[in-house]
Protein backbone atom coordinates (compact mmCIF):
# COMPACT_ATOMS: atom_id res chain seq x y z
CA UNK A 1 0.00 0.00 0.00
CA UNK A 2 2.41 2.22 -1.46
CA UNK A 3 0.49 5.19 -2.21
CA UNK A 4 -0.22 7.00 1.09
CA UNK A 5 2.62 7.44 1.88
CA UNK A 6 4.61 8.81 -1.48
CA UNK A 7 3.32 12.67 -0.45
CA UNK A 8 5.32 12.65 2.87
CA UNK A 9 8.46 11.73 1.00
CA UNK A 10 8.09 15.00 -1.01
CA UNK A 11 8.85 17.10 2.50
CA UNK A 12 12.00 16.27 1.89
CA UNK A 13 11.98 18.16 -1.07
CA UNK A 14 10.28 21.03 -0.16
CA UNK A 15 11.93 21.16 3.00
CA UNK A 16 14.82 21.88 0.94
CA UNK A 17 13.91 24.41 -0.93
CA UNK A 18 12.86 23.09 -4.06
CA UNK A 19 10.45 26.05 -5.94
CA UNK A 20 6.89 24.92 -6.15
CA UNK A 21 4.83 24.64 -9.29
CA UNK A 22 1.12 25.27 -9.72
CA UNK A 23 -1.12 21.98 -10.36
CA UNK A 24 -1.80 21.15 -14.04
CA UNK A 25 -2.65 19.27 -16.69
CA UNK A 26 -0.62 16.73 -17.89
CA UNK A 27 -0.66 14.32 -20.83
CA UNK A 28 0.88 11.73 -22.15
CA UNK A 29 3.42 13.14 -24.40
CA UNK A 30 4.37 15.42 -21.02
CA UNK A 31 4.48 12.19 -18.57
CA UNK A 32 6.94 10.36 -21.30
CA UNK A 33 9.13 13.01 -21.65
CA UNK A 34 9.51 12.81 -17.59
CA UNK A 35 10.39 9.53 -17.86
CA UNK A 36 12.60 9.48 -19.86
CA UNK A 37 14.11 12.37 -18.45
CA UNK A 38 14.42 10.63 -15.24
CA UNK A 39 15.06 7.00 -16.54
CA UNK A 40 19.45 7.51 -16.55
CA UNK A 41 19.76 8.49 -13.00
CA UNK A 42 17.25 5.99 -11.61
CA UNK A 43 19.15 3.19 -13.24
CA UNK A 44 22.35 5.11 -11.90
CA UNK A 45 20.76 5.32 -8.36
CA UNK A 46 19.77 1.36 -7.77
CA UNK A 47 22.63 0.19 -10.64
CA UNK A 48 20.39 -1.36 -12.42
CA UNK A 49 19.80 -0.89 -16.03
CA UNK A 50 16.37 -0.68 -18.23
CA UNK A 51 15.92 -3.62 -20.45
CA UNK A 52 12.61 -1.87 -21.58
CA UNK A 53 11.02 1.52 -21.42
CA UNK A 54 7.77 1.37 -18.94
CA UNK A 55 4.89 1.79 -20.46
CA UNK A 56 2.86 4.95 -19.32
CA UNK A 57 -0.64 6.21 -18.81
CA UNK A 58 -1.96 9.72 -16.98
CA UNK A 59 -5.80 8.84 -15.70
CA UNK A 60 -7.79 11.03 -13.78
CA UNK A 61 -7.91 11.00 -9.64
CA UNK A 62 -11.39 9.03 -10.45
CA UNK A 63 -10.37 6.56 -12.78
CA UNK A 64 -7.37 5.82 -10.77
CA UNK A 65 -9.44 5.78 -7.11
CA UNK A 66 -11.65 3.11 -8.92
CA UNK A 67 -8.58 0.96 -10.44
CA UNK A 68 -6.71 0.89 -7.49
CA UNK A 69 -9.83 -0.38 -5.22
CA UNK A 70 -10.40 -2.96 -7.61
CA UNK A 71 -6.82 -4.16 -7.05
CA UNK A 72 -7.41 -4.33 -3.49
CA UNK A 73 -10.28 -5.91 -3.73
CA UNK A 74 -7.89 -9.00 -5.45
CA UNK A 75 -5.25 -8.33 -3.05
CA UNK A 76 -7.25 -8.50 0.00
CA UNK A 77 -10.17 -10.68 -0.95
CA UNK A 78 -13.26 -10.30 1.68
CA UNK A 79 -11.93 -13.54 3.60
CA UNK A 80 -9.06 -12.33 3.91
CA UNK A 81 -9.39 -9.42 4.80
CA UNK A 82 -11.96 -10.23 7.66
CA UNK A 83 -9.76 -12.35 8.80
CA UNK A 84 -7.14 -10.10 9.35
CA UNK A 85 -9.27 -7.77 10.94
CA UNK A 86 -10.54 -9.88 13.47
CA UNK A 87 -7.32 -11.26 14.56
CA UNK A 88 -6.15 -7.55 14.72
CA UNK A 89 -9.42 -6.63 17.11
CA UNK A 90 -8.90 -9.84 19.41
CA UNK A 91 -5.69 -8.50 20.12
CA UNK A 92 -7.18 -5.36 21.10
CA UNK A 93 -5.39 -3.41 18.23
CA UNK A 94 -8.27 -2.58 15.98
CA UNK A 95 -11.80 -0.96 17.92
CA UNK A 96 -14.66 -3.44 17.19
CA UNK A 97 -16.64 -0.61 15.41
CA UNK A 98 -13.77 0.73 12.59
CA UNK A 99 -15.07 0.61 9.13
CA UNK A 100 -11.53 -1.10 8.07
CA UNK A 101 -12.57 -1.27 4.09
CA UNK A 102 -14.04 2.28 3.92
CA UNK A 103 -11.01 3.55 5.92
CA UNK A 104 -8.98 1.92 3.50
CA UNK A 105 -10.19 3.56 0.52
CA UNK A 106 -9.93 6.43 2.27
CA UNK A 107 -6.30 6.05 2.79
CA UNK A 108 -5.98 5.09 -1.26
CA UNK A 109 -7.38 8.03 -2.07
CA UNK A 110 -6.20 10.33 0.10
CA UNK A 111 -2.89 11.22 -1.55
CA UNK A 112 -2.71 9.32 -4.66
CA UNK A 113 -0.17 10.96 -7.59
CA UNK A 114 1.35 7.90 -9.13
CA UNK A 115 2.11 4.26 -9.20
CA UNK A 116 3.47 1.64 -10.90
CA UNK A 117 1.35 -1.76 -11.90
CA UNK A 118 3.16 -5.22 -11.97
CA UNK A 119 -0.21 -6.75 -13.55
CA UNK A 120 -0.35 -4.33 -16.73
CA UNK A 121 3.15 -2.93 -16.67
CA UNK A 122 1.98 0.69 -17.03
CA UNK A 123 3.28 3.24 -14.60
CA UNK A 124 0.47 5.20 -14.37
CA UNK A 125 0.09 9.16 -13.11
CA UNK A 126 -2.70 11.39 -12.00
CA UNK A 127 -3.24 13.99 -14.16
CA UNK A 128 -3.58 17.70 -12.71
CA UNK A 129 -0.96 16.97 -10.15
CA UNK A 130 2.07 19.52 -9.05
CA UNK A 131 4.96 18.34 -11.63
CA UNK A 132 7.46 18.80 -9.09
CA UNK A 133 5.72 16.74 -6.78
CA UNK A 134 5.04 14.62 -9.64
CA UNK A 135 8.80 14.01 -10.33
CA UNK A 136 9.48 12.31 -7.30
CA UNK A 137 6.86 10.09 -7.61
CA UNK A 138 7.56 8.98 -10.97
CA UNK A 139 11.12 8.38 -10.01
CA UNK A 140 9.85 5.96 -7.21
CA UNK A 141 7.46 4.30 -9.61
CA UNK A 142 9.71 3.76 -11.96
CA UNK A 143 11.69 1.82 -9.52
CA UNK A 144 9.50 -0.14 -9.28
CA UNK A 145 8.91 -0.88 -12.90
CA UNK A 146 13.09 -1.47 -13.29
CA UNK A 147 12.82 -3.78 -10.15
CA UNK A 148 10.03 -5.73 -12.31
CA UNK A 149 12.90 -6.18 -14.88
CA UNK A 150 14.86 -8.13 -12.48
CA UNK A 151 12.42 -9.39 -9.88
CA UNK A 152 9.00 -11.02 -10.41
CA UNK A 153 6.93 -8.56 -8.27
CA UNK A 154 3.64 -9.58 -8.85
CA UNK A 155 4.55 -13.26 -7.27
CA UNK A 156 6.65 -11.82 -4.69
CA UNK A 157 3.40 -9.70 -3.43
CA UNK A 158 0.81 -11.89 -4.48
CA UNK A 159 2.39 -14.41 -1.87
CA UNK A 160 -0.11 -14.82 1.28
CA UNK A 161 1.07 -17.53 2.93
CA UNK A 162 3.40 -15.74 5.50
CA UNK A 163 2.43 -11.91 5.96
CA UNK A 164 5.96 -11.12 7.97
CA UNK A 165 7.66 -12.72 5.04
CA UNK A 166 5.78 -10.41 2.94
CA UNK A 167 6.13 -7.60 4.56
CA UNK A 168 10.17 -7.98 4.85
CA UNK A 169 10.38 -8.45 1.17
CA UNK A 170 7.79 -5.19 0.55
CA UNK A 171 10.33 -3.28 2.93
CA UNK A 172 12.77 -4.60 0.41
CA UNK A 173 11.00 -3.09 -2.93
CA UNK A 174 9.75 0.17 -1.11
CA UNK A 175 12.87 0.85 0.67
CA UNK A 176 14.98 0.44 -2.78
CA UNK A 177 12.51 2.88 -4.19
CA UNK A 178 12.44 5.74 -1.29
CA UNK A 179 16.21 5.21 -1.13
CA UNK A 180 16.98 5.15 -4.84
CA UNK A 181 14.06 7.74 -5.91
CA UNK A 182 16.09 10.62 -3.14
CA UNK A 183 19.43 9.54 -4.48
CA UNK A 184 18.07 10.70 -8.15
CA UNK A 185 16.80 13.97 -7.22
CA UNK A 186 19.04 14.55 -4.50
CA UNK A 187 22.18 14.57 -6.56
CA UNK A 188 26.08 15.41 -5.05
CA UNK A 189 24.28 14.07 -1.34
CA UNK A 190 25.84 10.50 -0.12
CA UNK A 191 22.34 9.50 1.30
CA UNK A 192 23.40 6.17 2.13
CA UNK A 193 26.18 7.08 4.80
CA UNK A 194 24.49 10.58 6.07
CA UNK A 195 22.85 9.72 9.49
CA UNK A 196 21.93 13.19 9.67
CA UNK A 197 20.17 13.51 6.57
CA UNK A 198 17.50 10.35 7.77
CA UNK A 199 16.87 11.53 11.08
CA UNK A 200 15.58 14.48 9.35
CA UNK A 201 13.71 12.65 7.10
CA UNK A 202 11.87 10.91 9.43
CA UNK A 203 11.18 13.76 11.88
CA UNK A 204 9.49 15.28 8.68
CA UNK A 205 7.40 12.75 7.92
CA UNK A 206 5.89 12.25 11.55
CA UNK A 207 5.17 16.11 10.77
CA UNK A 208 3.64 15.22 7.60
CA UNK A 209 1.50 12.36 8.79
CA UNK A 210 0.01 14.41 11.64
CA UNK A 211 -0.85 16.81 8.68
CA UNK A 212 -2.93 13.69 7.09
CA UNK A 213 -6.62 13.95 8.18
CA UNK A 214 -7.49 10.12 7.56
CA UNK A 215 -3.87 8.85 8.29
CA UNK A 216 -3.38 10.59 11.28
CA UNK A 217 -6.59 9.04 12.76
CA UNK A 218 -5.60 5.25 11.86
CA UNK A 219 -5.17 2.94 14.29
CA UNK A 220 -1.15 2.45 15.32
CA UNK A 221 -1.24 -1.04 13.50
CA UNK A 222 -2.64 0.38 10.38
CA UNK A 223 -0.24 3.55 10.59
CA UNK A 224 3.13 1.95 11.16
CA UNK A 225 2.18 -0.47 8.81
CA UNK A 226 1.82 1.66 6.04
CA UNK A 227 5.38 3.44 6.90
CA UNK A 228 7.20 0.63 7.98
CA UNK A 229 8.43 -0.73 4.34
CA UNK A 230 9.62 2.98 3.31
CA UNK A 231 10.96 3.80 6.85
CA UNK A 232 12.80 0.69 8.10
CA UNK A 233 13.23 -0.63 4.46
CA UNK A 234 15.18 2.20 3.27
CA UNK A 235 17.24 2.39 6.70
CA UNK A 236 18.10 -1.99 5.18
CA UNK A 237 18.97 -1.01 2.14
CA UNK A 238 21.58 1.52 3.57
CA UNK A 239 22.60 -1.87 5.45
CA UNK A 240 22.52 -3.52 2.57
CA UNK A 241 24.60 -1.15 -0.25
CA UNK A 242 27.26 -0.47 2.38
CA UNK A 243 27.98 -4.50 3.08
CA UNK A 244 26.74 -5.93 -0.37
CA UNK A 245 28.09 -3.12 -2.54
CA UNK A 246 27.15 -4.35 -6.50
CA UNK A 247 24.63 -6.95 -5.28
CA UNK A 248 20.83 -6.25 -5.54
CA UNK A 249 18.55 -7.55 -2.68
CA UNK A 250 16.62 -10.10 -4.85
CA UNK A 251 16.25 -13.94 -4.71
CA UNK A 252 18.13 -15.53 -2.38
CA UNK A 253 19.41 -12.52 -1.30
CA UNK A 254 15.52 -11.42 -0.16
CA UNK A 255 15.33 -11.31 3.15
CA UNK A 256 12.92 -13.53 4.81
CA UNK A 257 11.35 -11.62 8.20
CA UNK A 258 10.68 -8.29 9.51
CA UNK A 259 13.25 -9.25 12.03
CA UNK A 260 15.93 -9.21 9.42
CA UNK A 261 14.33 -5.90 8.15
CA UNK A 262 14.80 -4.68 11.65
CA UNK A 263 17.87 -5.53 12.90
CA UNK A 264 20.37 -6.80 9.44
CA UNK A 265 22.55 -8.21 11.76
CA UNK A 266 20.26 -11.08 12.28
CA UNK A 267 20.00 -11.63 8.21
CA UNK A 268 23.75 -11.22 7.98
CA UNK A 269 24.25 -13.91 10.82
CA UNK A 270 22.05 -15.97 8.55
CA UNK A 271 19.26 -16.31 11.13
CA UNK A 272 15.96 -17.55 9.50
CA UNK A 273 12.48 -17.91 10.94
CA UNK A 274 11.77 -21.53 12.13
CA UNK A 275 8.29 -22.56 10.71
CA UNK A 276 5.90 -23.00 12.85
CA UNK A 277 3.01 -25.62 11.61
CA UNK A 278 -0.29 -26.73 13.42
CA UNK A 279 -0.92 -30.32 13.53
CA UNK A 280 -4.87 -30.76 13.50
CA UNK A 281 -7.82 -30.23 10.89
CA UNK A 282 -8.39 -27.09 9.78
CA UNK A 283 -12.04 -27.40 8.64
CA UNK A 284 -13.40 -24.55 10.82
CA UNK A 285 -10.07 -22.34 9.98
CA UNK A 286 -11.19 -18.92 8.83
CA UNK A 287 -7.63 -17.35 8.71
CA UNK A 288 -3.91 -18.67 9.60
CA UNK A 289 -0.75 -16.11 9.28
CA UNK A 290 2.48 -15.63 10.80
CA UNK A 291 2.79 -12.18 12.60
CA UNK A 292 6.24 -11.25 12.98
CA UNK A 293 8.47 -9.16 15.18
CA UNK A 294 7.79 -6.52 13.74
CA UNK A 295 3.88 -6.76 14.45
CA UNK A 296 5.21 -7.80 18.18
CA UNK A 297 6.64 -4.59 18.31
CA UNK A 298 3.50 -2.87 17.59
CA UNK A 299 1.08 -4.81 19.71
CA UNK A 300 3.47 -4.10 22.51
CA UNK A 301 3.48 -0.80 21.95
CA UNK A 302 -0.45 -0.99 21.93
CA UNK A 303 -0.87 -2.39 25.13
CA UNK A 304 1.46 0.38 26.77
CA UNK A 305 -0.37 2.77 25.39
CA UNK A 306 2.63 4.67 23.76
CA UNK A 307 2.21 5.61 20.27
CA UNK A 308 5.68 4.97 18.85
CA UNK A 309 6.66 1.52 18.14
CA UNK A 310 10.79 1.06 19.48
CA UNK A 311 12.70 -1.79 17.46
CA UNK A 312 16.03 -1.04 18.05
CA UNK A 313 16.87 -4.05 20.69
CA UNK A 314 15.73 -7.39 19.24
CA UNK A 315 13.17 -9.53 20.87
CA UNK A 316 14.98 -12.93 19.71
CA UNK A 317 11.79 -13.93 17.69
CA UNK A 318 12.04 -17.11 16.54
CA UNK A 319 9.01 -17.85 14.23
CA UNK A 320 5.44 -18.28 15.24
CA UNK A 321 1.97 -18.98 14.13
CA UNK A 322 -1.21 -17.71 14.23
CA UNK A 323 -4.91 -19.47 13.92
CA UNK A 324 -8.15 -17.80 13.39
CA UNK A 325 -11.23 -20.30 14.25
CA UNK A 326 -14.82 -19.90 13.51
CA UNK A 327 -17.21 -20.16 16.35
CA UNK A 328 -20.84 -19.49 16.51
CA UNK A 329 -20.32 -17.01 19.49
CA UNK A 330 -17.26 -15.22 18.42
CA UNK A 331 -13.90 -16.02 16.41
CA UNK A 332 -11.07 -18.42 18.59
CA UNK A 333 -7.42 -17.36 18.43
CA UNK A 334 -4.30 -19.54 18.62
CA UNK A 335 -0.99 -17.62 18.65
CA UNK A 336 2.25 -20.16 19.05
CA UNK A 337 6.04 -17.99 19.11
CA UNK A 338 8.79 -19.64 19.76
CA UNK A 339 12.04 -17.94 20.79
CA UNK A 340 15.36 -18.09 20.29
CA UNK A 341 16.23 -18.77 23.96
CA UNK A 342 14.38 -19.62 27.03
CA UNK A 343 14.84 -15.73 28.10
CA UNK A 344 13.12 -14.41 25.03
CA UNK A 345 10.34 -16.24 25.62
CA UNK A 346 9.72 -15.40 28.92
CA UNK A 347 10.33 -11.36 28.62
CA UNK A 348 7.56 -11.90 25.50
CA UNK A 349 5.40 -13.18 28.16
CA UNK A 350 5.88 -10.48 30.79
CA UNK A 351 6.49 -7.60 28.89
CA UNK A 352 3.73 -8.43 26.17
CA UNK A 353 1.42 -12.02 26.43
CA UNK A 354 0.56 -12.04 30.33
CA UNK A 355 -0.68 -8.16 30.01
CA UNK A 356 -2.81 -9.09 26.71
CA UNK A 357 -4.24 -12.21 29.14
CA UNK A 358 -5.33 -8.65 31.48
CA UNK A 359 -7.19 -6.79 28.36
CA UNK A 360 -10.92 -7.84 29.00
CA UNK A 361 -12.73 -8.63 26.53
CA UNK A 362 -16.64 -9.46 27.27
CA UNK A 363 -18.01 -13.32 26.72
CA UNK A 364 -14.39 -14.64 26.11
CA UNK A 365 -10.94 -15.48 28.09
CA UNK A 366 -7.47 -14.70 27.05
CA UNK A 367 -4.80 -18.13 28.71
CA UNK A 368 -1.52 -17.51 27.98
CA UNK A 369 1.05 -20.80 28.84
CA UNK A 370 4.89 -21.56 28.83
CA UNK A 371 5.26 -24.65 26.70
CA UNK A 372 8.18 -26.71 24.28
CA UNK A 373 8.15 -26.91 20.85
CA UNK A 374 10.54 -29.02 19.72
CA UNK A 375 13.41 -27.57 21.61
CA UNK A 376 12.75 -24.69 21.38
CA UNK A 377 10.93 -22.54 24.29
CA UNK A 378 7.40 -21.29 23.27
CA UNK A 379 4.30 -19.06 24.41
CA UNK A 380 1.09 -20.63 23.70
CA UNK A 381 -1.70 -18.00 23.36
CA UNK A 382 -5.45 -18.01 23.14
CA UNK A 383 -8.30 -15.64 23.15
CA UNK A 384 -11.60 -17.38 22.65
CA UNK A 385 -15.33 -17.16 23.80
CA UNK A 386 -15.88 -19.09 26.92
CA UNK A 387 -17.74 -21.57 25.77
CA UNK A 388 -15.58 -22.32 22.55
CA UNK A 389 -15.84 -26.45 22.04
CA UNK A 390 -12.05 -26.45 21.27
CA UNK A 391 -10.75 -25.43 24.79
CA UNK A 392 -10.60 -29.22 25.66
CA UNK A 393 -8.76 -29.82 22.37
CA UNK A 394 -6.64 -27.42 21.07
CA UNK A 395 -4.38 -28.19 17.79
CA UNK A 396 -1.05 -29.48 18.60
CA UNK A 397 2.19 -27.39 16.64
CA UNK A 398 5.26 -28.74 15.38
CA UNK A 399 8.67 -27.23 13.73
CA UNK A 400 8.55 -27.63 10.14
Known amino acids: MRLSLLLLLLLTTACRGEPVVDAQSLDERQLAAMVDSLMPTVATATGMTFKRTPKTAVRTRAQVGAYLLAKLEQELP ?13 LGLLPDTLDVKRLFIDLYTEQVAGFYDPDSLLLFAVAGGDKTQLRLVLAHELVHALQHQYAPLDSILKDNSDADRQAAAQAVLEGQATLASLVALLPGQDLITDDGFWETFREQLRVGQAGMDVFAKAPLILREGLTFPYVQGAEWMRW ?30 GDVPLRVRFLEDSSTVLHEDTFGEFEIAVLRSSLVGINEVPTQVPFGWGGDRMRLYANDGGAALVWVSVWDEPRSADRFRTQIADRLAKVPRAG ?29 ALPGVELR
Open 364 to 392: YRTTVESIMVGEKSAVHIVIAPTDWVRWN
Open 78 to 90: PARLDGIVTTYRL
Open 240 to 269: FMRNRMGQQPFGKLLPSSTEQILHPERYAA
